[in-house]
């Protein structure tokens, strides 16, 4: 298999896409304002024991930077010498999301350092996933074509396309994950071939959207009715050879007589939509804040002389204005100091658009 890691840095956040054989199925984001504060999947940790849960057969474990890590102790139950205020070395298996700290595991590693703190040197976006594909080949995602953004929308669109016709309707709710399989713009072989090769055709591209939006959690999958257990067979073998190449741990139970396959998907951190948006479903004011950014510095490396001004709702202004990077400086650094911005009191809160001015 061939893997790509592409990448692309802007003032504010470094985006990557991990690319298997042409095609992107996985998306990452590192944004400046969780720098030192959040804690990433496989970084080893010299903790603080805060709390032991005897109920839950598990501590929570300070890690020096965000919430308060969840270890299990799993059978073997709580180790020897582990209590509150102790010092225990541990690796994150999995990232925070929404209420929930990182889930943590114990790691064979001793150190003299002071806990809680990080026992290996700060990586960057590219390092952290270069150590999950060590064979892969890191590229600059404009050197080599790929369009992140495009793909980022992809992942947050309601209705996917499959090909050959037809297309799935992904819905996200608080309990679970709901991917209907819709036979519009798929005629040919009516009636009960045309069921059996949608589904089967929607297969990888659900274990691919699943991979790419990072689902987590419960998934009800809606297929086209099949009578014959063969077929109903079939399509449950096609999902489970196309989540082969997927990390995570996934559970699938088989089709229903109404047709619903459900499957539980390890979650490994936030996915797609809770890194973009709020619990309503916005745009969160740093997601509008760094598309603004991005805008204003492709204005100003593609229009060297001008001197360009950002005009931004007040939510893009307001955590602009926040000072919680320093994007001003960095974004001086490379096209120098000839950018203002002003607010619109009165416009969409994602509004944003650079004008250059004499």
Same mark, same amino acid.
């Given at each position: 298999?061939?893997?790509?890691?592409?990448?692309?840095?802007?003032?504010?956040?470094?985006?990557?896409?991990?690319?298997?054989?042409?095609?992107?199925?996985?998306?990452?984001?590192?944004?400046?304002?969780?720098?030192?504060?959040?804690?990433?999947?496989?970084?080893?940790?010299?903790?603080?024991?805060?709390?032991?849960?005897?109920?839950?057969?598990?501590?929570?474990?300070?890690?020096?930077?965000?919430?308060?890590?969840?270890?299990?102790?799993?059978?073997?139950?709580?180790?020897?010498?582990?209590?509150?205020?102790?010092?225990?070395?541990?690796?994150?298996?999995?990232?925070?999301?929404?209420?929930?700290?990182?889930?943590?595991?114990?790691?064979?590693?001793?150190?003299?350092?002071?806990?809680?703190?990080?026992?290996?040197?700060?990586?960057?976006?590219?390092?952290?996933?270069?150590?999950?594909?060590?064979?892969?080949?890191?590229?600059?995602?404009?050197?080599?074509?790929?369009?992140?953004?495009?793909?980022?929308?992809?992942?947050?669109?309601?209705?996917?396309?499959?090909?050959?016709?037809?297309?799935?309707?992904?819905?996200?709710?608080?309990?679970?994950?709901?991917?209907?399989?819709?036979?519009?713009?798929?005629?040919?072989?009516? /009636? +009960?071939?045309? *069921?059996?090769? $949608?589904?089967?055709?929607?297969?990888? %591209?659900?274990?691919?959207? =699943?991979? #790419?939006?990072?689902?987590?959690?419960?998934?009800?999958?809606?297929?086209?009715?099949?009578?014959?257990?063969?077929?109903?067979?079939?399509?449950?073998?096609?999902?489970?050879?196309?989540?082969?190449?997927?990390?995570?741990?996934?559970?699938?139970?088989?089709?229903?007589?109404?047709?619903?396959?459900?499957?539980?998907?390890?979650?490994? /951190? +936030?996915?797609? *939509?809770?890194? $973009?948006?709020?619990?309503?479903?916005? %745009?969160?004011?740093?997601? =509008?804040? #760094?598309?603004?950014?991005?805008?204003?510095?492709?204005?100003?490396?593609?229009?060297?002389?001008?001197?360009?001004?950002?005009?931004?709702?007040?939510?893009?202004?307001?955590?602009?204005?926040?000072?919680?990077?320093?994007?001003?400086?960095?974004?001086?650094?490379?096209?120098?100091?000839?950018?203002?911005?002003?607010?619109?009191?009165?416009?969409?809160?994602?509004?944003?658009?650079?004008?250059?001015?004499?």
């Amino acid at each position: 298999m061939k893997r790509q890691i592409a990448v692309e840095e802007w003032v504010g956040e470094t985006r990557a896409a991990v690319i298997e054989n042409g095609q992107i199925v996985e998306l990452h984001f590192d944004r400046w304002s969780e720098q030192g504060r959040r804690a990433y999947t496989g970084e080893l940790y010299l903790g603080r024991v805060r709390k032991v849960e005897g109920a839950l057969n598990a501590a929570f474990v300070e890690l020096g930077r965000g919430e308060p890590g969840f270890l299990p102790f799993g059978k073997a139950g709580r180790p020897v010498g582990l209590h509150e205020g102790a010092a225990v070395s541990v690796r994150v298996t999995r990232e925070a999301f929404a209420e929930k700290g990182p889930t943590l595991a114990m790691a064979d590693f001793e150190s003299s350092e002071d806990a809680p703190c990080l026992l290996e040197a700060d990586a960057n976006l590219a390092e952290r996933l270069l150590r999950r594909f060590p064979e892969a080949d890191a590229v600059w995602a404009d050197e080599v074509g790929i369009d992140i953004s495009g793909a980022i929308d992809a992942a947050i669109a309601t209705r996917v396309p499959v090909p050959g016709g037809g297309a799935l309707a992904i819905e996200p709710t608080s309990a679970l994950t709901a991917i209907d399989i819709d036979s519009a713009g798929r005629t040919a072989n009516a /009636g +009960r071939k045309l *069921a059996l090769d $949608l589904n089967l055709a929607a297969m990888p %591209e659900i274990a691919r959207q =699943l991979r #790419l939006r990072g689902i987590g959690g419960n998934v009800v999958i809606d297929c086209l009715h099949l009578r014959a257990q063969p077929d109903r067979k079939s399509v449950e073998g096609a999902l489970k050879r196309a989540l082969k190449p997927d990390a995570a741990r996934i559970d699938v139970l088989p089709m229903s007589p109404f047709g619903l396959i459900e499957l539980v998907r390890q979650r490994t /951190g +936030r996915s797609v *939509a809770e890194v $973009l948006h709020n619990e309503t479903g916005q %745009e969160t004011g740093e997601t =509008l804040a #760094l598309k603004a950014l991005r805008l204003l510095e492709t204005e100003a490396q593609s229009n060297r002389s001008a001197r360009l001004v950002l005009r931004a709702s007040s939510v893009i202004s307001a955590w602009l204005e926040a000072g919680q990077i320093d994007w001003r400086a960095a974004l001086t650094d490379r096209v120098g100091p000839r950018f203002s911005l002003e607010s619109r009191q009165d416009a969409a809160r994602d509004y944003a658009e650079v004008v250059a001015v004499k």
